[in-house]
């Protein structure tokens, strides 16, 4: 019987078609095209003449650090995210300490987060001088669980940071028992902007929101930039006197140890640009989730060694920043290698956990062991993902993923 939903019955016929490419590939020498694992000028061509105009009109304007063009993207920000006060900084990892100051997090802090990180979390907690305290992840949604990370609380413990890993986003609701005991939760939105769950949109979700707009990122700008959400105007007047060396209204007259965090007028002006055209790249980073999710299933060697294949279908509201595969041990090297020489762009996010890497020396217990975040490690990677991306793109990268699968599958005498 041919049933099932129109969605299904595409999926089938993409899978299909790609069986068959597969075995013609399969019989003659394949050409090398070079696929980057992100094209920042193809994926932002079609608003390329807007970029251009705003760019040339904050040249134009004599104002380019903070002023009226900050102002309005931080509105804009604001009105997109609930009406919650937004204060834009210079990046994403300012934006953590930032919020982290907002919520008066210091010394004999303690702040839960997971090791399975980009270094920038668990950074900014040593840098307001709080301990960081980490949870392993799931193996799963590759973060920690919210009982896991509610099993973890201390009497010392003031937040907890939840990574939205990748472009997925974390629920936060499952974290209310934590904030009634006055436990702030912040999100490291870094890798999710637009990610929803329901009505909410990730930075809204907790007590504060962290946001970078570093290029690769889903909102990617010219440069370094950022942004902190916070729950209350009082908290957002503090954090823009932080941002701008603890000034207030009073010139050259400062309150705080503040830092120089300040957004630029052009990373702002372009990011306003894009920011209207962002769930349109969301969507298209969806479909080519889908895309990938497809052609991997529609192969028998992958479905034997790729054991986490991002289904945009059972990922509501997940706006992959990344599309990170988890594949059996000791295939993951064999694949990223294939990749590499097939010039194909790949990342490793990533190769060491932070409680393994030198900085966190003397502030978490060494002998703690977070196997999970260990196996991960060693077992995932991520492949081109851009708006900009073509099909034709996709079906090379898992083309030469097959190849890679034969050659493991040869050597391991399974072939
Ligand atoms: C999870 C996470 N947090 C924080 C940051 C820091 O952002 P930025 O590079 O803008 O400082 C990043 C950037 O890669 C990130 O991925």
Redesign the pocket.
């Known amino acids: 019987m041919s049933g099932g939903c129109g969605l299904c019955r595409g999926r089938r016929t993409a899978r299909n078609r790609f069986q068959r490419l597969i075995e013609q590939r399969f019989r003659r020498k394949p050409r090398v095209v070079s696929i980057p694992l992100f094209d920042p000028k193809r994926a932002h061509a079609p608003l390329q003449k807007a970029l251009e105009e705003a760019a040339v009109s904050v040249l134009r304007s004599g104002r380019y650090i903070l002023g009226p063009e900050v102002e309005a993207f931080e509105q804009s920000l604001s009105d997109r995210l609930e009406g919650r006060p937004v204060v834009g900084v210079s ?4 934006a ?1 300490v930032l919020a982290l100051r907002a919520l008066e997090i210091g010394p004999g802090d303690e702040v839960l987060t997971t090791p399975y ?2 270094v ?2 668990v950074d900014a907690i040593l840098r307001v001088g709080a301990t960081p305290r980490f949870v392993d992840i799931d193996p799963t949604t590759l973060m920690p669980t919210a009982e896991a990370l509610t099993a973890a609380t201390s009497a010392a413990t003031r937040a907890v940071i939840i ?1 939205h ?1 990748f472009g997925a986003a974390f629920d936060c609701s499952e974290l209310e028992e934590l904030r009634s005991r006055g436990i702030a939760v912040l999100e ?1 939105a ?2 999710a902007f637009g990610a929803r769950l329901g009505d909410r949109e990730v930075g809204t979700m907790g007590d504060v929101g ?1 946001f ?3 290029p690769t ?1 889903n909102l990617g700008g010219y440069g ?3 942004a902190v959400v916070l729950d209350s105007q009082e908290r957002a007047d503090y954090v823009r006197a932080l941002r701008a060396h603890g000034r207030g209204a009073r010139s050259y007259y400062s309150s705080h140890i503040g830092y120089n965090a300040r957004l630029d007028a052009m990373q702002a002006a372009l990011l306003r640009v894009k920011l209207a055209h962002v769930d349109a790249a969301n969507s298209t980073r969806r479909d080519l989730a889908g895309n990938y999710h497809a052609l991997i299933q529609a192969d028998e060697r992958l479905r034997e060694l790729v054991v986490l294949t991002p289904d945009p279908e059972s990922l509501p509201g997940h706006v992959f920043h990344q599309y990170v595969l988890r594949v059996k041990p000791g295939f993951r090297d064999v694949a990223v290698a294939h990749l590499k020489e097939s010039k194909i762009g790949v990342g490793i996010y990533y190769p060491t956990g932070v409680h393994q890497q030198p900085l966190v020396k003397g502030h978490v217990d060494a002998e703690l062991q977070f196997p999970e975040t260990e196996a991960a490690c060693l077992s995932t990677f991520a492949i081109p993902m851009f708006p900009g991306l073509t099909g034709k793109e996709q079906e090379e990268v898992i083309f030469r993923l097959c190849e890679a699968a034969e050659q493991y599958m040869r050597a391991s005498g399974q072939g």
């Open positions: 990046s994403g990892t300012d953590l990180t980009f920038a979390t990574v890993l490291d870094a890798q962290a970078s707009f570093f990122k370094d930039g950022g």
